[in-house]
């Protein structure tokens, strides 16, 4: 079930998550590599790379704004120990911003949108500063409690932090274009009146937004309208029955709420 959903998340993020049109990628490897480079040298210089394709350019896309405190020309500092702070820090701006917005990632750590070598490059900084801290009696880092993942462990738990990451900025950034202005009409439409009404109140569910409840009010409108359309004349069978449909779910697994919004906008479909 979760690489079919890390699949669908790649497939959508892949075809519109960017302004130059689609641009395949792999989660967690494209992301994480694209959002720095580092560039091995004499004096172990880190640089940044926002060049193209990057997450950054993604919410920029799909928000219009840009990362409060992240800028395309920003760089990570040459001294190893800063930059990996910085890049985390980058990491926690990412969260901070999506959380400000409605985002839903207690869970996601900002260590865990690193890759695995600057995971392991994280880990020994914080351990360090955990050390000085206490001998120092600093407060800072000495409560803290660290704990290295296995490479393998780190891997699952990234790609996952980066698809529930991605969910998110779908439900926050995405979801929230679909207009409500036409809600009276979905309800009037024929057939409609006598079922059961879902109202799209902000505060009338604690599982669906109200975005997603005017899609639910939506497939029900087309779903009541054309059934009785598409399998007037089926040759096995018979019109499938009324159907309220209240989640996203297990109301679609049979295709026919699917077959029915297909009707609606592509009638030259039906006969298919």
Not at 233 to 255: A, H, S, T, V, Y
Request: hydrophobic letters at 40%; aromatic letters at 12%; charged letters at 20%.
């Amino acid at each position: 079930f979760f690489q079919k959903v890390l699949t669908a998340v790649q497939n959508w993020f892949s075809l519109f998550g960017w302004s130059k049109g689609p641009n395949p990628i792999s989660i967690p490897y494209s992301l994480r590599r694209n959002v720095h480079q580092v560039q091995m040298s004499s004096s172990e210089l880190f640089k940044q790379n926002f060049g193209k394709d990057t997450v950054h350019d993604m919410l920029f896309h799909l928000s219009g704004r840009l990362l409060p405190g992240v800028t395309s020309s920003r760089s990570l500092s040459s001294n190893p120990t800063r930059g990996i702070l910085q890049l985390c820090w980058q990491h926690s701006a990412l969260l901070d911003f999506l959380e400000s917005q409605g985002a839903l990632l207690p869970h996601v750590m900002p260590e865990f949108l690193l890759d695995p070598d600057d995971y392991r490059k994280w880990i020994t900084v914080e351990t360090f500063l955990k050390v000085v801290c206490d001998v120092t009696n600093l407060k800072i880092w000495s409560d803290m409690h660290l704990f290295m993942l296995e490479k393998s462990v780190f891997e699952k738990m990234s790609k996952r932090a980066w698809t529930d990451l991605l969910l998110q900025v779908y439900k926050i950034l995405v979801l929230p274009r679909v207009s409500s202005h036409n809600i009276t009409d979905l309800f009037d439409s024929k057939g409609m009146q006598s079922m059961p009404k879902i109202k799209p109140e902000p505060l009338s569910s604690n599982i669906y937004s109200t975005h997603e409840r005017i899609i639910l009010i939506w497939l029900n409108k087309h779903y009541e309208k054309n059934r009785k359309i598409v399998w007037k004349d089926c040759q096995k069978g018979e019109i499938p029955p009324m159907r309220w449909i209240i989640n996203f779910d297990r109301d679609l697994l049979d295709g026919l709420v699917l077959a029915a919004q297909l009707a609606a906008y592509c009638p030259f479909l039906v006969r298919t």
